[in-house]
């Protein structure tokens, strides 16, 4: 069976789901949680913040903000492709009586070629995404 992940309805939890377990990460930590693929498999690990941070690093790395409020956000694995795609309903509490359907919105991040780490800090999921240095 394929290994998949996605969301808590609040947003603070990844679930990776694993054959017939479903395994917590909480994405409220500091350092967050990085997400890949092994032979793939998509994995999850919680990160250890070990990794040394240097200037070459930032200057390979894509961060993207996802604003949480008023939105609601999933993750899915899409394993052919290995890619993971973040799904989200947005201006959810703007609706009107004209307007009564939220806008979405789509985000893919190719996991063949990078490693993902995923946090929530405040209102905001934090993605921050590093390009692989070897074939796994």
């Not at 947003?11 to 395994?23: H, Q």
């Not at 509490?93 to 070629?113: G, Q, V, W």
């Amino acid at each position: 069976m394929t290994n998949t992940i996605t969301l808590s309805s609040d947003m603070n939890t990844l679930y990776l789901i694993d054959d017939e377990r479903v395994i917590p990460f909480d994405l409220t930590n500091s350092k967050g949680v990085l997400i890949g693929v092994l032979k793939g498999q998509i994995t999850v690990a919680t990160a250890d913040g070990i990794t040394k941070v240097t200037e070459a690093t930032k200057a390979t790395e894509d961060r993207i903000e996802i604003p949480v409020k008023g939105n609601q956000w999933t993750v899915t694995y899409n394993q052919p492709n290995e890619l993971m795609h973040v799904i989200g309903a947005v201006d959810i509490d703007a609706f009107t009586i004209t307007r009564k359907e939220p806008t979405c919105k789509s985000i893919l991040f190719d996991l063949k070629s990078k490693i993902v780490n995923l946090k929530r800090i405040g209102d905001t999921l934090e993605v921050i995404t590093t390009p692989l240095k070897g074939k796994v």
